[in-house]
T-cell receptor
Framework: DQQVKQNSPSLSVQEGRISILNCDYT??????FLWYKKYPAEGPTFLIS?????DKNEDGRFTVFLNKSAKHLSLHIVPSQPGDSAVYFC???????????FGQGTRLTINP | NAGVTQTPKFRILKIGQSMTLQCTQD?????MYWYRQDPGMGLKLIYY???????DKGEVPNGYNVSRSTTEDFPLRLELAAPSQTSVYFC??????????????FGDGTRLSIL
């Protein structure tokens, strides 16, 4: 029972263009969502989050969009840079409960 | 600026052996977590702790035990290693949830192979 799904295992984007990573969830109790970035041989690092009371949150080049009715969120990276090449994990939780449910991850490759 | 430190980084065990994965954090976080990540999969929660002396099961606790005697340390024990426990193990820590949930800070992982 995969409650959080990232259906694209990999994504390749040209440097300078927009990268869009997608995530779907099935549990309507989830109301807090996070994106983590992971380089090889390192632990995940927190990137950006969004609460269900918002539909957009922006931090520099990173924007997360939440569509509650579709149970879908996306991460936009503009412009994409070579250092953005990593695996990106979407995670969901319930406010007040710190336990995270992770998606399978999407490997993003930024080509020069 | 150590953050979350996990030891060892790599380990090979034989079936039936036991071992303890160590995790320590220096950020004075109350909450600590253990996850495992299998190839091509997301991280799955094994156990978590909301403070010293308090632990609870996550999604995949079978075959593991934890203890939390101090704020800083949260060791994970495998009693009878099985091939299904071959995985990368991540420890994380965070502050308690406030107005919003708090991001978790992860260590660099322990890669464990059971042969």
């Amino acid at each position: 029972d995969q409650q959080v799904k990232q259906n694209s295992p990999s994504l390749s984007v040209q440097e300078g263009r927009i990268s869009i990573l997608n995530c779907d969830y099935t549990n309507s109790m989830f109301d807090y969502f996070l994106w983590y970035k992971k380089y090889p041989a390192e632990g995940p690092t927190f990137l950006i989050s969004i609460s269900s009371i918002k539909d957009k949150n922006e931090d520099g080049r990173f924007t997360v969009f939440l569509n509650k009715s579709a149970k879908h969120l996306s991460l936009h990276i503009v412009p994409s840079q070579p250092g953005d090449s990593a695996v990106y994990f979407c995670a969901a939780s319930i406010q007040g409960a710190q336990k995270l449910v992770f998606g399978q991850g999407t490997r993003l490759t930024i080509n020069p | 600026n150590a953050g979350v430190t996990q030891t060892p980084k790599f380990r090979i065990l034989k079936i039936g052996q036991s071992m303890t994965l160590q995790c320590t954090q220096d950020m004075n976080h109350n909450y600590m977590y253990w996850y495992r990540q299998d190839p091509g999969m997301g991280l799955k929660l094994i156990y978590y702790s909301v403070g010293a002396g308090i632990t609870d099961k996550g999604e995949v606790p079978n075959g593991y035990n934890v203890s939390r005697s101090t704020t800083e340390d949260f060791p994970l024990r495998l009693e009878l290693a099985a091939p299904s426990q071959t995985s990368v193990y991540f420890c994380a820590s965070s502050y308690p949830p406030g107005v919003s949930n708090q991001p978790q800070h992860f260590g660099d992982g322990t890669r464990l192979s059971i042969l």
